[in-house]
């Protein structure tokens, strides 16, 4: 796209960014439109110095970059390969570039990358960076297997997150109980919600607890209009 030249080319820019050691030129104003949060590093910074952003890789920040510029996501292979996947999230979660975010987890779903040996670590990181999608898919392996998880090594990870392992505890007795019936959408898959949300022309990341807050809200409103 234009934009992905503009960015390649560095023509115009008026801030810059410095990654480790290397310099990325960038465009106030379509961070701006497309990462508000990115954008925000820039503060008041008019001397032309590169802002330095630590804790990010820099291949790392040039995916965000190519998305914010020309949404452009990178192929599963790349978000697949070594720690991509969790430094994609962190990175597009951290800057607000929600719709890579989403991309990142959607093809850690649907590569099935948990398992029962790494369910507790994929659970603690899901629930950490609010990837409701990817935390429906560990919680599910959990309670499949919830005795080997809590018999292995990994499993004191989740012993040092009361809340989680209690959220944990609760999806085991449902699904021990499954004449239960829940009228208020908490088994309404995380794809479903976001699909009405989308629909909506509503937001649709967070947790699942606030995903079904927000329909519920936007079908009030509705119900009263």
Known sequence: SNMLELLE?????????KIGDKIFPVHKVILRTNASDLFNFCGDNDDGCP????DINPNIFLIILRYVYGEEVPDTSTIMASTNSKDIIAAANRFGVIGLKLAAETALVESSVVTTENVADWLIFADSKTCPLLKEQATACFVSRSEDVLNSESSKYLKESPKLLTELMMEISKSANKATSFGDGRNVSVNDLREQLHEKGLDVDGSKEMLIARLE???KRQRTE
């Open 51 to 54: 802002i330095s952003i630590n």
């Open 217 to 219: 809200t936007s079908n």
């Open 9 to 17: 080319k560095g023509e115009g820019a008026d801030a810059s960014f």
